[in-house]
């Protein structure tokens, strides 16, 4: 399967990233996709920007997942609600649904529509959104069958990259 790999809005996602997607290559076709602003030096993501790269990159992939964190996530979400993105199964790391509101990044009727099958990852206490509260967003949006896991920890770093990538490994490769 053909992974696409998405990574948060700071440039340091980026070698994170970069770890993510040596774990799983072995297993995927892997594509880590690098933001413009990364280069440019401008503070946040271009989301519109972006979906047309991204666009125009999956316009001939017939199936593909996306492996996605923070910003990637939205991004996501945004991608599948205007029918520009067509993932099979997706995985979201450190979801910051707050931080997209707060930066006009983000609406929930993105997540009210979103169904594509989900593995979201979550800190219990992660800084942007801590996981019970991602978990009771997902039940009030409808994604009862979404599926969680918690994961230690506070800050939004999800340093344990190997723990991570297992997760979605497991998760992309199943029925």
């Not at 450190?94 to 997209?100: H, M, Q, S, T």
């Not at 219990?124 to 918690?150: C, K, P, S, V, Y």
């Not at 344990?160 to 997760?167: L, N, P, R």
Request: proline letters at 3%.
């Amino acid at each position: 399967m053909r992974l696409l790999l998405l990574s948060g809005n700071n440039v340091s996602n980026e070698a994170w990233i970069d770890l993510v997607a040596n774990v799983l290559k072995t297993d995927f076709d892997v594509h880590v996709h690098r933001y413009r602003h990364w280069r440019t030096g401008d503070r946040y993501i271009d989301l519109e920007h972006e979906l047309e790269a991204i666009e125009a990159l999956t316009a001939d992939w017939d199936t593909y997942g996306v492996f996605a964190k923070s910003a990637g996530t939205l991004l996501t979400m945004k991608g599948a609600f205007e029918g520009r993105l067509y993932p099979k199964k997706c995985v979201f790391v450190g979801v910051p649904i707050p931080w997209g509101i707060e930066n006009d990044r983000y609406d929930h009727a993105w997540l009210d529509a979103f169904g594509v099958p989900t593995r979201f990852i979550q800190q219990e206490f992660d800084r942007f959104l801590h996981a019970a509260d991602l978990r009771n967003l997902l039940d009030a949006h409808n994604h009862a069958g979404a599926e969680l896991i918690t994961v230690p920890g506070s800050s939004h770093e999800y340093e344990d990259v190997k723990g991570v990538a297992g997760h979605a490994k497991r998760f992309l490769q199943k029925g």
